[in-house]
Each structure stands twice: as C-alpha cells, then as structure tokens.
C-alpha cells in the first residue's frame, strides 16, 4: 500500500508572504485569542463552566512569594521556593501589596498576554516555515481553540510564559536560527527546566559547527546565569527546584498512575491517596517503585524520540517545518512517562499542537487533535470534579483513565508521525485510490 499523497512532507512554497499579509495574519493571531478569553469569561461570569475561574489555582501560592519578595525575604536563602529563578520574577508581574483577589486578577491579565504573545509567536512560526497564509491562519485559530480548551489554567498558572519561551524557539527554528532558539529554550529552563528537553532540536536545523556550539553555548548561559546570584548566596537552597522535583511522589493524575486509577475503578484495589509536595499522590509500594523508576523510563524514551529524529537529520534539517512533528512526540513521550502530570503542564505544548495542525503529515495533526482532547478532558476533570477524584469516585476516575488513555495513543500518533518522515532522497510518495 502506498503513502497518501497528504503524508507528504511538503517544501514550502512560494516567496515569504509580505509584510502586510504577515501583519494581518498576527493581528487575527492576537484577536482570535481575544474572543477565546472573552469567551471564557462570559462563560465564567454566566456560571456555566461548572467551577470558578480561581478554584485551585497557584496564585495564591504566588501571592504568598511576591509579598515574601516585596518583604526582604531572599528566594532559596530565606524562602523555600520550588520552582527555578525566573519564575521569581513572573510572580512579580502582579502587585502583591493588596489582595489575593486584586493579585490574581492582574496576574490572570498578565498571562492573557503572554498566552496572545505565544500565539502570536506561533503563527509566525507557521508563516515563516510553510510561507503560507492559509496554514498560519489555521495554526492561529488552532492556538485559539486550545485556549478554550484549557480554560482557567492558563489564567493562574504561570505556564503560558514557559509556552511563550517554546513558542519564540520554533519560530527562530522556523528561520533557521539555532543560536537564539536555543537560548529562547535556556530562558524556558530557568523557568521551568523542562524546555530543556527541545534543546537537541536546535542542532537539526542546518547550520556550521560553529553556529550549533554557539547555540549549545547560548543555551547554558540563559539556562545557568539566572541561577548564579542564588547559588553565591546559597548553594543548597539554589539546587530545591532540583531536589524538591526529584524526590516527588507518583502522582494520582500521572500516566504511569492510571494502574492504580483503574484499580480503585474496578474495584480491584484501593489505593492509598495523600498529599505531598503540593499535589495528591499514591503512597505504597507500587507506587514508589514506579516513582522511582520514572526518570529512568522517561530518559530512555526521550532518548528513544531523538533516535528517531536523528535518523530523519537531514529531513529537519531541509524542511525545518517539520520539527514541531518531532517537538510534540518529545514532549508528549515526557509528559506519560513523568511521575508527576498536573493539569498546567498540558499548556507547554500548545505551540507545538498548533503548528502541527498546519503539518502536510496526517499523522502529525492527528496527534494535535488527540492531544487538544486530552487538554479538554482535562479541564473536565480539574478543577470542577478534582476532590471526587481524590476520594475516588467513579465518574472522575473514568474520565481521567479517558484522558490519560488519550495522551498515549497521541503520543504515539507523535512518534510514528516521526518514523514516516521520508528521507530528503526518497521517491515522492504516490497518492492512494
């Protein structure tokens, strides 16, 4: 049987689109993603999204750390901070001298923007790689509907800054700039240390030897500067955004959970729940094994992904509108294979989900549309049914199983999509009856 000609990983076409088409299609980038939060906060205001636009949300976490800030106390030294340092400075993007209440709504503006600046960021992406309006609208309106999907999240958590960080790395992808998507990806690092996992794909892009170690260079020094002043004034409490996540616990909603998720639905098992490290998290044996085993399994299938896409060099290389179809199977194979999936990190991959919607790869789209339905799951399960979940109820447990079900057969759509990838000298595929 043959390829379907629409699995044809296709050059782009054409000249650059001009800049004023250019600006129309970010102009409609930015107002599509004004209509989705317009949706979303009618929809809220209205009462019918079934919880409330802050219920379980981080900020009020954030909060507590930018008065802690605004006080004198020092991140690391005087304050147990979890997450790397440049997430320091986003929680200083809301004043924290008032409320919570006026905190988190000038936060929840604040990632409002940075999500339109990742689409924004994105659509570029599409443009810039497939030199095509009609793909870029569709990756815009794409970036649009997995806002919707996500509801809240976005809103009160600080991810849409780290989707921001990946979005500006595809788009110096997309234009063959190694050098400044490899630091866009350093600065994602120090915000979240899982952009870090990108980083091999900026050495598929062609480029000199020269060109790749400055990249690698780059990416060291905005991943590691951020840290610096921490580490001279105290090196231990510098190292918690590495320690704290490496000795967290198998949590209820992980992939690797879903054994565990299915048991107490069938009523085979019943799972031992508590709380831990700001999330809940199955306790026992079994699931301290398999903890303890998750950072050896997503290292090998990491390592698995890029494998792949070191085979298929030359084709990134050639066409690099198709890396956001190696992007997605990366993250997606890290997201079911980390010990710990808490909603907000579903948001990382918006970027890539996006362009991949606008991939000449059949696979590849199916992927994207398997991953939004994850992202709507999601948000159907946490935070409105969260508590059931953690009593385990059946309802909540079903869709979580759903939605965990749903992340593996995406991830591994992902990962054939990256196996079909042709090599730059095969025969162009011929189109099927």
């Not at 809220?44 to 006080?71: E, I, P, V």
């Not at 993007?93 to 409320?99: E, R, T």
């Not at 026992?284 to 390592?303: E, K, Y």
């Amino acid at each position: 049987m043959t390829a379907s000609s629409t699995d044809r990983p296709a050059a782009p076409g054409g000249e650059p689109l001009r800049g004023r088409d250019l600006a129309l299609l970010l102009v409609a980038a930015a107002a599509l993603q004004a209509i989705a939060w317009a949706t979303l906060l009618a929809l809220f205001s209205a009462g019918l999204m079934g919880y409330g636009l802050h219920d379980l949300a981080d900020t009020l976490l954030y909060h507590f750390y930018a008065a802690s800030f605004a006080l004198g106390r020092r991140p690391y030294a005087d304050l147990a901070v979890e997450y790397p340092p440049l997430a320091n400075l986003v929680f200083l993007l809301a004043p924290s001298g008032g409320s919570v209440a006026e905190y988190e709504r000038w936060f929840s503006a604040a990632m409002m923007a940075a999500t339109t600046a990742a689409a924004v960021l994105t659509t570029a992406a599409a443009a810039a790689a497939w030199r095509s309006a009609g793909r870029a609208l569709a990756v815009a309106v794409a970036y649009a509907g997995l806002t919707l999907c996500a509801g809240a999240l976005p809103l009160n958590r600080y991810d849409a800054v780290v989707a921001l960080t990946l979005a500006a790395a595809l788009l110096w992808l997309a234009v063959r700039r190694p050098l400044p998507a490899a630091v866009s990806l350093g600065l994602g690092f120090a915000l979240k240390l899982t952009p870090a996992l990108l980083l091999p794909l900026t050495l598929s892009v062609r480029a000199s030897r020269r060109t790749r170690a400055l990249a690698l260079a780059g990416f060291l020094l905005a991943a590691t500067l951020p840290f610096v002043p921490f580490l001279l004034d105290d090196g231990a409490g510098a190292a918690l955004p590495f320690t704290y996540h490496s000795r967290r616990p198998l949590q209820l909603e992980s992939v690797l959970g879903s054994p565990w998720v299915a048991g107490a639905l069938t009523g085979r098992a019943q799972p031992r729940v508590v709380h831990a490290y700001g999330s809940q998290n199955f306790a026992g044996g079994g699931p301290d094994a398999v903890a303890a085993a998750s950072p050896w399994l997503l290292a090998l299938g990491t390592a698995g992904v890029y494998a792949l896409v070191w085979r298929r060099r030359r084709t990134l290389s050639a066409a690099p509108g198709l890396l956001p179809t190696a992007a997605l199977a990366v993250l997606l194979v890290a997201v079911c294979l980390s010990k710990v999936l808490s909603p907000q990190f579903l948001i990382w991959t918006f970027p890539v989900v996006a362009l991949c919607v606008a991939q000449p790869l059949r696979l590849a789209r199916v992927a994207a549309a398997a991953t939004a339905l994850a992202t709507l799951l999601t948000q159907f399960e946490f935070p409105a049914r969260y508590w059931d979940l953690v009593d385990l109820q059946p309802g909540p447990l079903a869709l979580l199983l759903a939605r965990n079900a749903t992340l593996v057969v995406a991830a591994v759509l992902a990962v054939v999509a990256v196996v079909r990838l042709p090599t730059p000298d095969a025969p162009p595929p011929t189109s099927t009856s």
